[in-house]
């Protein structure tokens, strides 16, 4: 029986976790699905720790806590959650509810189907969408992944999704030759595993906007992912 292995970077989500814990578990029982947890917790000063923390002696060893000192990113978040994983695949999600789980079945299902290495969330193309965005933040999002895309000449429709279903061994294969960091984290990824020959499939998501909480994509999150995108183009 397959095993999946969620890896949830958090900062600054104590509403939001026990939710998000609560949507993943149900669905994995729901259609009979073997389902763990890594949180990767970045000393979060509103006391996420102290939640998860609680949810770990609901859920047991099916949770998994990795605390780090201060918040080091994405891309090290995922590179440190895929060494406590113990699942042959691996899911990259947001702890915000911006990704919601019952779009895990799709996946699932997706990849079964076709034997991909790689199943994507993608909010452009058709039943995909965003809500509770207004229009300069849908822009800046097409903006990027169309440049990214015709830049980089990658076909995929949304290369900065952060929502993605990985064979285990795919993901450990290329995330050690990744050097992007922040947003451009999740496009290198993609380039880098269409270069070694893996598949990749798309699967269409709804991408709701954080209920509880502050987004943590500014202004200075779009330069570091319009100098990442230089650097990889110069890359590849």
């Given amino acids: 029986m397959s095993k999946y292995s969620v890896i949830l970077p958090t900062y600054n989500e104590r509403e939001n976790l026990p939710i998000i814990t609560y949507l993943i578990f149900e669905m994995a029982k729901k259609n009979n699905l073997d389902f763990e947890i890594i949180i990767i917790e970045d000393n979060s000063p509103d006391g996420t720790l ?17 605390f780090r000192e201060k918040k080091l990113g994405l891309g090290s978040a ?3 959650g895929i060494k406590l994983c113990h ?15 019952k779009y895990l ?15 994507t969330g ?13 229009f300069d933040r849908k822009l800046t999002s097409r903006g990027a992944n169309f440049l990214a895309s015709t830049m980089l000449g990658v076909k995929c429709s949304d290369l900065t999704g952060s929502f993605r279903l ?7 294969k290329v995330i050690k030759d990744v050097v992007s960091r922040g947003y451009a984290f999740q496009m290198e990824i993609i380039i880098r595993a269409r270069q070694y020959g893996y598949t990749v499939e798309e699967v269409p998501i709804v991408f709701v906007e954080r209920i509880f909480g502050e987004s943590k994509l500014g202004a200075s999150e779009f330069q570091i992912y319009l100098k990442g995108l230089w650097k990889l183009l110069w890359t590849f």
Wanted: net charge neutral.
């Fill in 87 to 101: 699942g042959n695949y691996v899911v990259i999600m947001d702890a915000d509810l911006s990704h919601h789980p």
């Fill in 105 to 119: 079945v799709d996946f699932i299902q997706k990849q079964k189907n076709t034997n991909c290495d790689i199943v």
């Fill in 122 to 134: 993608s909010r452009y193309i058709n039943k995909g969408g965003v809500m509770n965005w207004g």
């Fill in 50 to 66: 102290q939640v998860a923390q609680e949810l770990k002696k609901v859920y047991g060893d099916k949770l998994i806590i990795h």
């Fill in 166 to 172: 990985y064979k285990r061994e795919v993901l450990e």
């Fill in 78 to 80: 995922y590179m440190d």
